[in-house]
């Protein structure tokens, strides 16, 4: 009883300094929720930049074949060469994934590729990041990820996890991309609550979607604050119940 009392005297000294004790083998950044324990085999990851994602979740899922997808040519540098170092396992494409094939603008963020979306930043996300507001567009090829999975990559198995890291396109990605959603076990989301993008998907607008999948929102793996505190975009897991 003494040693509860003090382990909750000192979580509730944590939190008053603003901080949150979490045993370092729950975090999220260990487990990533639970999927650690899953035996990934394919990892799609679609708008990888220059393979940030890619290159911390190979940790996890050693013997996994990476399928990556990044349509600007900058950044799609970076990750080819990064992706022959490996092997074969890792597999770039330079393409934007949507909901229809063909050629489509996008808007580059000069100052911070990541950033960079098929949508129109609005004035509150360059309130938020004045580096955004350094733009260009340029034409990039866009295909679905039905298309991207099915025609030009090898057949990938049933522990599928896809991540998309796509600025508000997250919609048209899932709508272009329903059978391999319904083959994946698990994917990771960065989805924005605040209105970062002209015309971005909302969080319940996913949820939906995911839902007739069988997917079951799962937590955050991370979350990024405002100012006052308010959530202004999370990474959220969703698991496929119905496999």
Known sequence: ?????????IKTGFNQLGFDLVKRKNSPRRTILGLRNRPIRTVIDVGANTGQFSKGISSFFPEAKIYCFEPLPGPFSELSAWAKSQDGRV??????????????????????TPSSSLL????????YYSFMKKQKRVCVRQVTLDFAVEEMCA???SEILIKLDVQGYEDRVIAGGARIFS???????????????EGQA????????????????????????????H????DAVFINQNL
């Open 1 to 9: 009883m003494i040693k509860e009392n003090l382990k909750r005297l």
């Open 120 to 127: 129109a930043t609005t004035q509150l996300n360059e309130q």
């Open 155 to 157: 057949e990938p198995s």
């Open 183 to 197: 083959k994946a076990s698990a994917c990771i989301l960065e989805v924005g609550l605040d209105k970062l993008y």
């Open 202 to 229: 909302e969080f319940r607008e996913l949820i939906t979607m995911l839902d007739d999948f069988g997917y079951r929102y799962a937590g955050n793996l991370d979350q990024v604050y405002g100012e006052d505190g």
């Open 91 to 112: 597999v770039p494409f330079n393409l934007a994934i949507g909901e229809e094939e063909g050629e489509v603008e996008m808007f580059l963020h000069e100052n911070h």
């Open 231 to 234: 959530c202004i975009f999370l």
